[in-house]
C-alpha cells in the first residue's frame, strides 16, 4: 500500500507508517503525479482535491485533517467513488480559545470594552454551538442563526437561554461572530454572506470576528464599508485567495492571523486520530488502540499550562492578561501585518502556522 500525506500533518508517521510506503510531501506542492500510485490521500486545507488531482490515480480514499471540506470537490469525488473523511470538531476547542483571546486582546488594546455585550453567532455547529453555551455561561446575551439547525440543536440552545433569530437580528449585536463553512450552490450559499448590503447591518462600535472560511466575507466590500465605518473592530484569521492575503484589508483589520484559530498540538492530535480511526476501518485493518498515547507522547514536548476555566469567563485584568500570555495575538498580528506590508505574507502565512501547530490549548488539563 501506499499512501501519500501532507508533512504537516501531527504524528503521521506515527499513524500511518505501519501500514505501507508513507510518502510525505509539502501540502501545497501534492501533485497528479505523486499521487498516481497512491491508495490513500492525507491532506490539509492547502491541498486541493478534486479530479485534476486524483482522475488517473488509484486513490480510494482521502481523508482531511481539517474540519472544512471546501478544498475538497466532493461531488466529483462521490461520483469517482472515492471514500471521505474529515475531522469536524477536532479543533473546535481551539477555536474557541482563539475568539475568547481576541476579544481579551481587544479590550487590552483599549478598543473594546463593553461589560455585557450581546454576542451574535453565524454558524452554530461544532464551534459556534460552543461558543453560544460560553456565552451563557458567562453571562453574555446571545443570538445565533444557522438555517441548518436540527430540531433537537434548536432546543438544546434555547434551553440555554440562547436566542435563535435571522441573519439580520444577529448582525446588529455588539459582537458577530463567524463560523459557517464555506458553501456556494446548497441552500443557504455562505460565499459573501458578508457583502455590501450585509455589512451595512453591522451597528457602529461592532466587533467582526471571522474565524470561519475567507471567502464568506466579500474582500472589497469590507474594504469599502472600513474605510466609512473606523468605529467598527476587526478580527480576522481567514482572508480570500490564502495565502495571498489583501494588504490593503489586513492593514485595515485591528487583528490579523495566517489561520491559526483551529490550531493547537491537542487538535492536531485529534484530527490525525480522526483520520486514523477513518483509515484502518476503511481498509479492514486492526486498530492500535496504544497508538493515540505513543503518538501524544512523541508529539507533546511543551509542558501544558492550565488556566480554570472560572478565571477566563471574567474578561478582569487578571484574565485577560492570561489570555494574552498563553495566545499572543496582538503580537501575532503585528508580526503578521508588517509580512504582509513587506511582500513576504505568503511566506509568513505558512513559517507562522508551522509554528503554531505546536500551541498548547491553555484549557486543556
Not at 40 to 48: D, F, G, K
Given at each position: 500500500m501506499?499512501i501519500?500525506a501532507d508533512?504537516?500533518?501531527?504524528a503521521?508517521?506515527s499513524y500511518?507508517s505501519?501500514?505501507?510506503?508513507l510518502i510525505t510531501?509539502?501540502g501545497r506542492q501534492i501533485?497528479a503525479?505523486?499521487?498516481r500510485?497512491?491508495d490513500?490521500l492525507?491532506?490539509?486545507s492547502?491541498?486541493?482535491?478534486d479530479?485534476?488531482l486524483?482522475?488517473?490515480?488509484?486513490?480510494?480514499f482521502?481523508?482531511?485533517?481539517?474540519?472544512?471540506?471546501?478544498?475538497?470537490d466532493?461531488e466529483?469525488?462521490r461520483?469517482a467513488?472515492?471514500?471521505?473523511?474529515d475531522?469536524?470538531?477536532?479543533?473546535?476547542?481551539?477555536?474557541?480559545?482563539?475568539?475568547?483571546t481576541?476579544?481579551?486582546?481587544?479590550?487590552h488594546?483599549?478598543?473594546?470594552d463593553k461589560?455585557?455585550p450581546?454576542?451574535?453567532i453565524?454558524?452554530?455547529g461544532?464551534?459556534?454551538?460552543?461558543?453560544?453555551?460560553?456565552?451563557r455561561?458567562?453571562g453574555f446575551?446571545c443570538?445565533v442563526?444557522?438555517?441548518?439547525?436540527t430540531?433537537e440543536?434548536?432546543e438544546?440552545?434555547?434551553?440555554?437561554?440562547v436566542e435563535?433569530?435571522d441573519?439580520?437580528?444577529?448582525?446588529?449585536a455588539d459582537?458577530v461572530s463567524?463560523?459557517?463553512?464555506?458553501?456556494?450552490?446548497v441552500p443557504?450559499?455562505?460565499?459573501?454572506?458578508?457583502?455590501h448590503e450585509t455589512l451595512?447591518?453591522?451597528?457602529d462600535d461592532?466587533?467582526?470576528?471571522?474565524?470561519?472560511?475567507?471567502e464568506?466575507?466579500?474582500?472589497?466590500a469590507?474594504?469599502?464599508?472600513?474605510?466609512?465605518?473606523?468605529?467598527?473592530r476587526t478580527?480576522f484569521?481567514?482572508w480570500?485567495?490564502?495565502?495571498?492575503?489583501?494588504?490593503?484589508?489586513?492593514?485595515?483589520?485591528?487583528?490579523?492571523?495566517?489561520h491559526?484559530?483551529?490550531y493547537?498540538?491537542?487538535?492536531k492530535l485529534a484530527?490525525s486520530?480522526?483520520n486514523?480511526?477513518?483509515?484502518?476501518q476503511f481498509?479492514?485493518f486492526?486498530?492500535d488502540?496504544?497508538l493515540?498515547?505513543?503518538?501524544a507522547?512523541d508529539?507533546?514536548?511543551?509542558?501544558v499550562r492550565?488556566?480554570?476555566?472560572k478565571s477566563?469567563y471574567?474578561?478582569?485584568?487578571e484574565?485577560v492578561?492570561?489570555?494574552?500570555?498563553a495566545f499572543?495575538?496582538?503580537?501575532l498580528?503585528?508580526?503578521?501585518?508588517?509580512?504582509?506590508a513587506s511582500?513576504?505574507?505568503?511566506?509568513q502565512?505558512?513559517?507562522?502556522?508551522?509554528h503554531?501547530a505546536?500551541?498548547?490549548?491553555f484549557?486543556h488539563?
Amino acid at each position: 500500500m501506499r499512501i501519500v500525506a501532507d508533512e504537516g500533518i501531527v504524528a503521521v508517521d506515527s499513524y500511518f507508517s505501519a501500514f505501507g510506503e508513507l510518502i510525505t510531501l509539502p501540502g501545497r506542492q501534492i501533485s497528479a503525479a505523486d499521487v498516481r500510485d497512491a491508495d490513500a490521500l492525507l491532506v490539509r486545507s492547502i491541498t486541493r482535491v478534486d479530479r485534476a488531482l486524483l482522475e488517473h490515480s488509484r486513490v480510494r480514499f482521502v481523508a482531511t485533517a481539517t474540519s472544512g471540506t471546501d478544498h475538497l470537490d466532493m461531488e466529483w469525488l462521490r461520483q469517482a467513488g472515492i471514500a471521505v473523511h474529515d475531522a469536524a470538531g477536532c479543533n473546535a476547542n481551539a477555536v474557541l480559545e482563539y475568539v475568547l483571546t481576541a476579544l481579551a486582546s481587544l479590550k487590552h488594546m483599549a478598543l473594546f470594552d463593553k461589560a455585557k455585550p450581546t454576542v451574535g453567532i453565524v454558524g452554530a455547529g461544532q464551534v459556534g454551538g460552543r461558543l453560544a453555551q460560553l456565552c451563557r455561561q458567562i453571562g453574555f446575551p446571545c443570538v445565533v442563526t444557522d438555517p441548518f439547525l436540527t430540531r433537537e440543536q434548536q432546543e438544546s440552545l434555547q434551553a440555554m437561554g440562547v436566542e435563535l433569530s435571522d441573519l439580520q437580528t444577529v448582525l446588529t449585536a455588539d459582537i458577530v461572530s463567524l463560523h459557517t463553512p464555506l458553501t456556494r450552490t446548497v441552500p443557504h450559499p455562505t460565499w459573501h454572506l458578508l457583502n455590501h448590503e450585509t455589512l451595512d447591518m453591522l451597528q457602529d462600535d461592532a466587533v467582526l470576528i471571522n474565524a470561519s472560511r475567507g471567502e464568506v466575507v466579500d474582500t472589497r466590500a469590507l474594504i469599502e464599508f472600513l474605510k466609512k465605518k473606523r468605529s467598527i473592530r476587526t478580527v480576522f484569521d481567514v482572508w480570500e485567495n490564502e495565502p495571498r492575503v489583501d494588504p490593503d484589508l489586513c492593514a485595515r483589520v485591528d487583528i490579523a492571523t495566517p489561520h491559526i484559530a483551529g490550531y493547537s498540538i491537542q487538535a492536531k492530535l485529534a484530527a490525525s486520530l480522526a483520520n486514523y480511526r477513518s483509515f484502518v476501518q476503511f481498509f479492514g485493518f486492526q486498530a492500535d488502540l496504544g497508538l493515540a498515547d505513543a503518538a501524544a507522547l512523541d508529539v507533546m514536548t511543551i509542558p501544558v499550562r492550565t488556566l480554570s476555566r472560572k478565571s477566563l469567563y471574567g474578561m478582569n485584568q487578571e484574565s485577560v492578561a492570561a489570555l494574552i500570555a498563553a495566545f499572543p495575538l496582538p503580537a501575532l498580528s503585528r508580526e503578521f501585518k508588517l509580512a504582509v506590508a513587506s511582500g513576504q505574507g505568503e511566506r509568513q502565512f505558512d513559517d507562522m502556522r508551522a509554528h503554531l501547530a505546536r500551541r498548547h490549548e491553555f484549557l486543556h488539563a
